[in-house]
Nanobody, 123 residues
Framework: QVQLVESGGGLVQAGGSLRLSCAAS????????MGWFRQAPGKERKLLAA????????YYADSVKGRFTISRDNAKNTVYLQMNSLKPEDTAVYYC????????????????WGQGTQVTVSS
């Protein structure tokens, strides 16, 4: 089992950047593929980016491709989401999640979730 805690959210102006972190507990973090999701008010939770347990494979949703970068540091049990060129429509609660063993694109495949961190982008 793994517990996840997100941090790094906040208020930023359009065009700005934020880096989200997701710290995981447990000795088997490196065996999990990880994903970042977001959920805006009244909307479904959607996958933004995912990374394999080695970090060698990544996935990005079209809406964030070229602006967001997912990465991980298995030595620190942490996965990151670097967000650049932020837009007001990026405003949402951002969640990290873990799945095993392979990188997954379906929300139902993720077994463990963090509590979320709010990102607000002002225009």
């Amino acid at each position: 089992q793994v517990q996840l805690v997100e941090s790094g959210g906040g208020l930023v102006q359009a065009g700005g950047s934020l880096r989200l972190s997701c710290a995981a507990s447990g000795r088997t973090f490196s065996s999990y593929a990880m994903g970042w999701f977001r959920q805006a008010p009244g909307k479904e939770r959607k996958l933004l980016a995912a990374i394999s347990w080695t970090g060698g494979n990544t996935y990005y949703a079209d809406s964030v491709k070229g602006r967001f970068t997912i990465s991980r540091d298995n030595a620190k049990n942490t996965v990151y989401l670097q967000m650049n060129s932020l837009k007001p429509e990026d405003t949402a609660v951002y969640y990290c999640a873990a799945t095993t063993p392979w990188l997954a694109l379906e929300i139902a495949d993720y077994d463990y979730w963090g509590q979320g961190t709010q990102v607000t982008v002002s225009s």
